[in-house]
């Protein structure tokens, strides 16, 4: 009797699920690409898939395909980045009648060299040099000991005057100044400095700027008269913050007597000017262990380039 009370519990139990089942809708997978959805009141209905597609990439892919997850059912999509290129500016050359203060210091100011003193450009009647000048410690000008190091790339002094020291083959000394900018797209400053009625020939030729040791431009130049004449790039030695070609005690003293807090103190005999950086080699407004180590370093080349042993003639 049991048996038979056990056995009609087990019918009645699978009536019950198997009427729960058919009152609930259905979905039936008939294939991959189709799927038959059945409702109580409506009729089945047949809805298709679309076709597995393509799953964009995410962005990493071009830079780092490592980064991927496993490749989707669909695969990646064909997929070829954009990209714009655009040419970058050429720096602007600022100027003002009067410093105009920087934020970042308070009390010093920004210096901008006057108007007057800056040629928008070139004058086609005269022979013009071209001169690209990488300044240790400044951008990506680097020093003695890290050629390839990054330093202020907001120089407080963005234009500055150059001197430009031309010798001729009877070692005549001819002397011009011009004006390089801070270009901060390259690290370096840049500028074209007019130099008159310079013949055409060979020359040697050096550079020079407030606080830096002279360099000879490498190799001999042939210059051709009325034209704008590209000059190698040049790299200038800092710390020669009393400007006589020497990185020595003296120099050393200057930057000791502006150091922390003596820079607002009589002891500070090379503060900064319109012109000049003085003891703040690195020019980002304060005399810090950041000039203090910089020096240090750039006393490996203690002397700056001078004149000429030889006349410029081309070697055979």
């Given at each position: 009797m049991n048996k038979h009370i056990k056995?009609?519990?087990?019918?009645?139990?699978?009536?019950?699920?198997?009427?729960?089942?058919?009152?609930?809708?259905?979905?039936?997978?008939?294939?991959?690409?189709?799927?038959?959805?059945?409702?109580?009141?409506?009729?089945?209905?047949?809805?298709?898939?679309?076709?597995?597609?393509?799953?964009?990439?995410?962005?990493?892919?071009?830079?780092?395909p490592a980064c991927l997850p496993p490749v989707p059912v669909g695969g990646w999509c064909p997929i070829t980045p954009t990209i714009t290129r655009t040419p970058s500016p050429s720096p602007k050359i600022t100027c003002a009648p009067l410093p105009t203060c920087d934020p970042r210091l308070g009390i010093l100011c920004r210096f901008y060299p006057p108007c007057s003193a800056i040629s928008p450009t070139p004058n086609p009647l005269s022979t013009n040099f071209s001169l690209t000048v990488y300044l240790h410690g400044v951008g990506?000008?680097?020093?003695?000991?890290?050629?390839?190091?990054?330093?202020?790339?907001?120089?407080?002094?963005?234009?500055?005057i150059v001197t430009v020291l031309v010798y001729d083959k009877n070692r005549t000394l001819i002397t011009r100044q011009g004006m390089i900018s801070f270009a901060s797209e390259s690290g370096n400053f840049i500028g074209i400095v007019d130099m008159g009625n310079l013949t055409g020939g060979l020359y040697l030729i050096k550079v020079q700027t407030d606080?830096?040791?002279?360099?000879?431009?490498?190799?001999?130049?042939?210059?051709?008269?009325?034209?704008?004449?590209?000059?190698?790039?040049?790299?200038?030695?800092?710390?020669?913050?009393?400007?006589?070609?020497?990185?020595?005690l003296l120099d050393y003293n200057?930057?000791?007597?502006?150091?922390?807090?003596?820079?607002?103190?009589?002891?500070?005999?090379?503060?900064?000017s319109v012109t000049s950086a003085g003891a703040d080699i690195n020019d980002d407004g304060v005399v810090d262990g950041g000039d203090y180590n910089l020096f240090l370093r750039e006393l490996s080349v203690q002397s700056g380039d001078t004149g000429p042993t030889n006349s410029p003639t081309p070697t055979p």
């Open positions: 056995h009609d519990i087990r019918i009645l139990s699978f009536l019950s699920a198997l009427f729960l089942i058919i009152a609930l809708p259905t979905t039936v997978l008939l294939t991959q690409k189709q799927v038959i959805t059945q409702e109580n009141a409506a009729g089945p209905t047949l809805t298709f898939m679309p076709t597995p597609t393509c799953i964009m990439p995410p962005p990493c892919i071009f830079s780092h990506l000008g680097g020093d003695n000991v890290n050629p390839h190091s990054i330093g202020n790339d907001k120089p407080l002094h963005p234009n500055r606080g830096f040791l002279q360099r000879m431009v490498s190799g001999i130049q042939q210059i051709i008269p009325k034209k704008i004449n590209n000059i190698p790039a040049v790299s200038l030695v800092t710390g020669d913050i009393n400007n006589d070609n020497q990185l020595d200057l930057l000791i007597g502006c150091y922390g807090g003596k820079m607002n103190t009589p002891s500070c005999l090379a503060k900064p």
